[in-house]
């Protein structure tokens, strides 16, 4: 199935969705709910099980932490339903030397991925691809460091941001506009990560950075 495609006027009312009522000032609206996104995360093993038949070695795939946790227990979860064999494993992205301008990122590994990726055919898991500048520098350092087989990037959300991205997605949930969204283990300072859906902040919890009080 192909990648599916959020207009940028997708408005789902809050009315309709849980959330914890601290957040009430700071969420706006819902453009993705998460029962659209457990389909979609479907469809995407799906996708990976038809392009792996006959052709994968060994499929490892990688979390990105912490954002895509949430995505990567349900994309586990789907792929051994479709009964394709895989490992996994986390990692850290740290970026450092004005990331803004260079985009230089470190590794840090929960485990040994020299002996777990060499050979291996990988799927990085991200929650979200913006500029795609991490990833361009995540990439190369995978496979020059770890020695895979290959490597692919599998991506909950890519946001349309008006730049050619340089990257390349291999499977990706949802085409969605240039809009500041949280929830489904994407977070803002930390925060909104628990929510089920994919919400759109308000101005108001733009604001506040993540900020929460409590409302009487």
């Known amino acids: ?37 457990l389909s979609r995360t479907t469809e995407i093993a799906a996708e ?10 060994n499929l490892e795939l990688i979390c990105v932490l912490n954002g895509s946790c949430i995505f990567f227990h349900y994309l586990l ?16 992205v740290k970026s450092y030397e004005g990331v803004s301008t260079t985009g230089n990122v470190a590794i840090k590994e929960l485990s040994n991925l020299a ?4 050979g291996k055919d990988v799927i990085v898991v991200e929650d979200i691809v913006d500029t795609g500048t991490t990833l361009n520098n995540l990439l190369p350092k995978i496979e020059s ?14 946001k349309r941001i008006g730049e050619k991205k340089d990257v390349s997605i291999a499977y990706s949930g949802f085409s969605i506009p240039d809009k500041f969204v949280v929830g489904f283990g994407l977070d803002y300072n930390e925060t909104f990560r628990d929510l089920l ?20």
């Open 77 to 92: 979860t789907a792929l051994a339903r479709e009964r394709v064999r895989f490992g996994f494993d986390f990692i850290k």
């Open 115 to 118: 002996e777990k990726l060499k």
């Open 145 to 158: 460091d770890y020695g895979p087989r290959c490597v692919e990037v599998c991506t909950l959300l890519d």
């Open 1 to 37: 199935m192909p990648i599916r495609f959020i207009n940028d006027d997708t408005i789902q009312k809050k009315d309709r969705f849980i959330y914890p009522e601290e957040y009430e000032h700071h969420l706006d609206y819902v453009i993705i709910s998460n029962e659209e996104i």
């Open 197 to 216: 859906d994919i919400w759109v902040l308000t101005k108001e919890g733009i604001e506040k950075q993540g900020l929460i009080a409590s409302y009487s």
């Open 48 to 57: 990976i099980k038809k392009k792996c038949l006959g052709s994968c070695r």
